[in-house]
């Protein structure tokens, strides 16, 4: 394990596997490096994989008060660390923060992104507030988790903010989404890949929102090396 400091200063914890291209993995909210480690281990065959904690999470600090931008900050900092420019993996609602990285102009090649939960009517916005509120009550102790939560809730209100950039993002991109998922999910995907303009969309047959390494890792070395 190591540490990055972001530009606020806070550490930020990683591990750092293979040869080759950079590939930086950016897991969901609820997440720590150990969820990557899997896919990591996979795709460490041909990347140098940058495999991280997202701050207040695993083995990495945190700054109150929490900001998206502190987040992006994160990822441009482990870019500075691969050589100042790197592909990029997003999962879930890290897909989302890599989306609003490429939005703000960080040194990203390539960006892959896995299930990104965007919001794409305001019934979809409505139920997740108040999934977001059922889960504060529940875990108000828990200062990471709360943490997370502020994310998640951030992350909507940005929503259209993001909509009305994705058209300038030229980043090539992969939106891939697992064929078993919600069909809100599966909307919500081909909304992105739809909204950017160098993007293409895969849906993998029989996946879940979980991710599969043996399954995910082929389609993501593919699109890398291409």
């Known amino acids: 394990m190591r540490t990055v400091m972001s530009k606020d200063g806070t550490p930020i914890a990683f591990d750092q596997s293979g040869q080759g291209p950079a590939l930086i993995l950016v897991v969901g909210a609820f997440n720590d490096r150990s969820t990557g480690l899997p896919l990591a281990a996979v795709l460490s065959e041909h990347f140098t994989v940058f495999n991280y904690d997202r701050r207040g999470r695993g083995m990495s600090g945190d700054t109150a ?5 502190r987040e992006i900050d994160d990822i441009d900092a482990l870019i500075t660390e691969a050589g100042g420019s790197a592909s990029v993996f997003g999962y879930s609602s890290g897909a989302i923060l890599v989306l609003m990285a490429a939005a ?36 108000a102790s828990d200062r990471r988790g709360e943490a997370a939560l502020v994310y998640e809730s ?7 903010t993001l909509a009305e950039r994705m058209g300038s993002i030229p980043v090539s991109t992969l939106v891939i989404s697992g ?18 303009p160098n993007a293409d969309y895969r849906s993998l047959s029989g996946q879940t929102h979980d991710i599969n390494p043996e399954v995910v890792a082929p389609v993501l070395e593919e699109f890398f090396k291409g």
Not at 65 to 69: G, V
Not at 121 to 135: H, P, T, W
Not at 154 to 160: F, N, Q
């Open 104 to 139: 703000r102009g960080l040194t990203i090649t390539k960006m892959a992104l896995y299930d990104p939960p965007f919001m794409v009517d305001a019934e979809s916005s409505r139920r997740f507030k108040d999934l977001v509120g059922q889960l504060a009550a529940l875990i």
């Open 179 to 196: 064929g078993e998922i919600q069909v809100r999910m599966l909307h919500a995907a081909q909304a992105v890949a739809d909204a950017l």
């Open 154 to 160: 951030t992350i909507l209100g940005d929503m259209p």
């Open 65 to 69: 008060p929490y900001a998206i931008e």
